[in-house]
Structures are given as C-alpha cells and as structure tokens.
C-alpha cells in the first residue's frame, strides 16, 4: 500500500434524492472513438443510469474505482453506468485501451461538471488545479438524484455492498 496522507475534504453541496441535477454536454470516451454528448441524451436512451466521478485518470484512486466496479460486473447489474473525470479524451482513451473497462466516461478537463455538482477540490494545493471527489449518483431519466454517496476524505472509498444497496444494484 502506498504511504498517503488522508485528507478531510469535509462536507460537499451536491445534490441529492429527490434534487435535480445540470445536464451537461462533454466528449464522451468509449474504447473506439469519442464524441460530444449530452447526459440528459443517455438517460433518454439507457433510463436510469449510474454517474460515477473519480479523480482524474491515472490516478490510484480513480483506477481502484473501476477496476472494483469491472470486478464486481456493474456494467452487467446497472441499467447503465457512465463515469466523469477531470482528464482529457485523450488521457481517457489510453486508460480504457490499457485497462479494459466496459465503461464510457465523460471527459471534463476543467473539472467544471464536478464544480457544478459541488464535489470538486483542490488537488493537492494547487492553485487552479481541481479534480472530483469519488462520487456515486443514481440518476432517473427526468435528471432527478435518486440516490448518491460522495466522499469527504481523500482517498476515501464506499462499503461497495452498502452502495450497491442504496443505488437499487441487483445483488450478485
């Protein structure tokens, strides 16, 4: 494990059941190619879908993430899964292309879709430089949270079996 320290990120104004969240255009990334999109597009064609933010790619906390959810077969249980990160197509593409994930993920460089969910923060310091908190959000096609779990520490990490729970997962 590597040596860390935690940080309290305290608490975060984001949205939650019963709220309605932004809709928001970015390049979604797939394993094959990416374009503009639009959430509320997603949600239109897919139905109730799971949002996930994690730092940006690369990072350890953002690829335990996923590889936890690639483990635990979220893209087979979930209506739809989609993630959001403050990196690049470019960045994005690379992650899918070496780790394998069956998941797309929206790319938001300048962190704006997470500052406008109220779970972004500082990375590090760093003087315009900010990432997501590690998110969860159930969203209903109308844009409506139905359940969310954000963190308040870095790097922190949901009780995935609780989480699955809360966001109407099918247990395994």
Same mark, same amino acid.
């Given at each position: 494990?590597?040596?860390?320290?935690?940080?309290?990120?305290?608490?975060?104004?984001?949205?939650?059941?019963?709220?309605?969240?932004?809709?928001?255009?970015?390049?979604?990334?797939?394993?094959?190619?990416?374009?503009?999109?639009?959430?509320?597009?997603?949600?239109?064609?897919?139905?109730?879908?799971?949002?996930?933010?994690?730092?940006?790619?690369?990072?350890?906390?953002?690829?335990? &993430?996923?590889? %936890?959810?690639? *483990?635990?077969?979220?893209? +087979?249980?979930?209506? !739809?899964?989609? #993630?959001?990160?403050?990196?690049?197509?470019?960045?994005?593409?690379?992650?899918?292309?070496?780790?394998?994930?069956?998941?797309?993920?929206?790319?938001?460089?300048?962190?704006?879709?997470?500052?406008?969910?109220?779970?972004?923060?500082?990375?590090?310091?760093?003087?315009?430089?900010?990432?997501?908190?590690?998110?969860?959000?159930?969203?209903?096609?109308?844009?409506?949270?139905?359940?969310?779990? &954000?963190?308040? %520490?870095?790097? *922190?990490?949901?009780?995935? +079996?609780?989480?699955? !729970?809360?966001? #109407?997962?099918?247990?395994?």
């Amino acid at each position: 494990m590597p040596d860390f320290e935690v940080v309290e990120l305290g608490p975060a104004d984001h949205p939650t059941q019963g709220e309605a969240i932004e809709d928001f255009t970015r390049p979604l990334v797939t394993d094959e190619f990416w374009e503009d999109r639009q959430l509320s597009e997603l949600l239109s064609e897919n139905g109730r879908t799971i949002v996930v933010f994690t730092p940006m790619i690369g990072s350890f906390v953002g690829t335990y &993430v996923w590889s %936890e959810l690639e *483990e635990r077969a979220w893209a +087979d249980r979930a209506n !739809s899964v989609v #993630g959001v990160t403050a990196s690049t197509p470019y960045g994005i593409s690379q992650f899918l292309e070496e780790n394998e994930f069956s998941f797309d993920l929206f790319a938001d460089p300048s962190n704006e879709v997470a500052a406008a969910y109220g779970i972004d923060h500082d990375l590090d310091g760093m003087s315009g430089v900010s990432e997501p908190r590690v998110a969860f959000f159930a969203v209903e096609p109308d844009l409506t949270v139905d359940a969310a779990w &954000v963190a308040t %520490e870095w790097p *922190e990490f949901p009780d995935y +079996d609780a989480l699955e !729970s809360d966001l #109407g997962l099918e247990s395994r």
